[in-house]
C-alpha cells in the first residue's frame, strides 16, 4: 500500500462529506446535438483539473470557497450516441440528488443537459424560475429536424415553466423569431437599469441559475463550440451575477465549454474561476 501523498481528482474545495454538503458537483459529459464545434463531453474532466490552479480565496466576494460545503459527485457515465438514454440518467441523477435535500450544480457538457435537470427539479419546485446567461437564444423550436438539441433547450424549458418564469443575460445571437420572440415575451434582460423589474419574476419563487460559457467574449472564451464576437468579459459577468444575490437560489450548471479549441487552456481556466465564483456566490 503505497503512502502517498496523492492529489485528488476531486474539485479544489470539495467536502468528502455528502451528508453534510448543500450542493453536489456533477459532470455531464455530452455533446451529442453539438452542431457546429463538438468538444464539450471532455470540458467536464478538464475543468475539474484546472481548478487546482485557483486560489481558494476571492478577493471580488471576500470569500473563500470553504465557505460552501459542496461535494464532487464526479461525471455521469453515458451510453454513447444515445441521446434519449443520456438524458434519462441526468434526470434521473437530478431527481436523486433532490431527493437527499442537495442542491444541483452541472458542469457540462453541450446545453441540452439542462433540460432533464429542469424536469427534475419541476418534480420539487414545480414554481422554479430560470436565469439563463448565453450569446444564443436556443429558442427555436426544432433544429435540423430535432425538437431536442443545444438549440432548443429553452424553449423546452418554457414549454415546461412558460414565458413568464425566465430571464436571459447576454444573447446577442439568433433568428429573427427568436428576438421577435424575446421581445413579446419580455423574456431578454439586457440593460441593468431594467433589473428591479426582471427581479419581480423572480420573486418568491425558486431560482435556476443556467450558465452558457458562450456568454463571454471569444477574445477571452474562445474553447467553446459555438464563439459568438460581442460578449461579456468576466468583470461584467460577475457584475450580472451579483445582481441576483438575495434570490433564492437552488440549482445551477456551467455549460458548453470545449477545452481543446483553446490550446492555451486560458478557457479552461476561466471556466473554473467562474464555477469557484458562483460556488462561493451561493454560500
Known amino acids: 500500500m503505497l503512502s502517498g501523498p496523492f492529489l485528488p481528482k476531486n474539485w479544489i474545495g470539495a467536502s468528502e462529506d455528502f451528508k453534510s454538503s448543500k450542493w453536489v ?22 475543468v475539474r483539473l484546472a481548478s487546482w490552479g485557483l486560489e481558494d480565496y476571492s478577493p471580488l466576494q471576500n470569500k473563500e470557497i470553504n465557505d460552501v460545503v459542496f461535494f464532487d459527485a464526479g461525471e455521469l457515465e453515458f451510453p454513447f450516441g444515445n441521446r434519449d438514454k443520456t438524458l434519462s440518467i441526468i434526470k434521473r441523477a437530478a431527481a436523486e440528488t433532490l431527493s437527499l435535500g442537495k442542491f444541483w450544480f452541472g458542469v457540462g457538457g453541450e446545453h441540452l443537459v439542462t433540460y432533464p435537470v429542469i424536469e427534475a427539479y419541476l418534480e420539487k419546485f414545480p414554481d422554479i424560475a430560470i436565469v439563463h446567461f448565453d450569446a444564443h437564444a436556443d429558442l427555436r423550436e426544432e433544429y435540423l429536424g430535432e425538437t431536442l438539441s ?11 415553466i412558460g414565458a413568464e418564469r425566465i430571464i436571459q443575460i447576454g444573447i446577442r445571437s439568433g433568428t429573427k423569431e427568436e428576438f ?59 457584475s450580472w451575477l451579483l445582481e441576483f444575490k438575495g434570490q433564492n437560489i437552488v440549482g445551477a450548471d456551467v455549460v458548453e465549454l470545449s477545452p481543446h479549441y483553446d ?21
Request: charged share 25%; net charge neutral; proline share 5%.
Open 263 to 283: 490550446q492555451s487552456g486560458a478557457s479552461t481556466a476561466l471556466a473554473a474561476k467562474v464555477i469557484r465564483e458562483m460556488l462561493i456566490f451561493f454560500s
Open 180 to 238: 421577435q420572440w424575446m421581445e413579446t415575451n419580455k423574456t431578454l434582460l439586457d440593460d441593468k437599469s431594467r433589473i428591479q423589474e426582471a427581479l419581480k419574476k423572480l420573486a418568491g419563487r425558486p431560482v435556476f441559475i443556467s450558465v452558457d460559457l458562450d456568454v463571454l467574449d471569444p477574445s477571452i472564451m474562445s474553447g467553446t463550440g459555438t464563439p459568438e464576437a460581442g460578449g461579456m468579459t468576466f468583470n461584467e459577468f460577475m
Open 150 to 160: 443545444h438549440a432548443t433547450v429553452m424553449r423546452r424549458i418554457v414549454d415546461k
Open 25 to 46: 458537483l456533477v459532470g455531464m459529459p455530452y455533446d451529442g446535438t453539438c452542431s457546429n464545434r463538438p468538444g464539450t463531453r471532455f470540458g467536464p474532466e478538464t
